[in-house]
């Protein structure tokens, strides 16, 4: 009979940490990060009251707090539409893609989408915050590398950093980004 405990409650446990595993809980930054976006109405939450931060990010989720935080959203910027194949005008988020692409934030794909319940990399994140601040033009080099130089450079991203650029971000690495984005000192 112990030794049926002692298998189940072995057996219990490394279902538990292998269920486990993969699963990333917010970090106090992102928190702060989030919490900090949210009052600002800047990053709003789901119908349950959670940001879900440890959740991933979209495309057009990043549009839309991108376009939120530049003051944006609910308003029509001046500029040449692009009509995205993917993207019907009646998507929630259409007018906040239309501006991210009006004002050179944000592009889509050659193949005419913008993809936007795509996950996004860093590498692009930190494009897009480059390009919020106007500080994208004339970069030398190839990209990704010259974005992320200049990110560190501007303080959009640690100076240390060592992230994968291609490495999937979560709403609450988003959070942090467009928090240190915010602070950047033009």
């Known amino acids: 009979m112990k030794r049926k405990i002692k298998v189940l409650l072995l057996t219990t446990i490394l279902a538990i940490q292998f269920c486990s595993v993969g699963l990333q809980a917010a970090t106090d930054e992102e928190l702060y990060a989030g919490n900090q976006l949210s009052l600002l109405?800047?990053?709003?939450?789901?119908?349950d009251g959670s940001l879900k931060l440890d959740n991933n990010i979209t495309r057009v989720e990043v549009a839309t707090l991108t376009i939120r935080a530049l003051g944006y959203e609910n308003t029509v910027v001046v500029g040449e539409e692009k009509s995205f194949r993917d993207v019907p005008e009646s998507f929630w988020g259409f007018s906040n893609i239309q501006n991210a692409y009006k004002l050179k934030i944000m592009q889509g794909y050659p193949s005419g989408e913008f993809k936007h319940n795509n996950n996004i990399t860093y590498a692009e994140v930190v494009t897009i915050m480059v390009n919020t601040l106007g500080k994208g033009k004339d970069l030398q080099g190839v990209w990704p590398d010259n974005y992320l130089n200049k990110g560190k450079e501007i303080g959009v991203i640690?100076?240390?950093?060592?992230?994968?650029?291609?490495?999937?971000?979560?709403?609450?690495?988003?959070?942090?980004?467009?928090?240190d984005t915010l602070m950047v000192k033009k």
């Open 41 to 47: 109405g800047i990053l709003k939450g789901y119908p």
């Open 158 to 179: 640690p100076t240390n950093s060592k992230v994968s650029p291609n490495k999937i971000v979560s709403r609450g690495e988003m959070a942090v980004i467009v928090w």
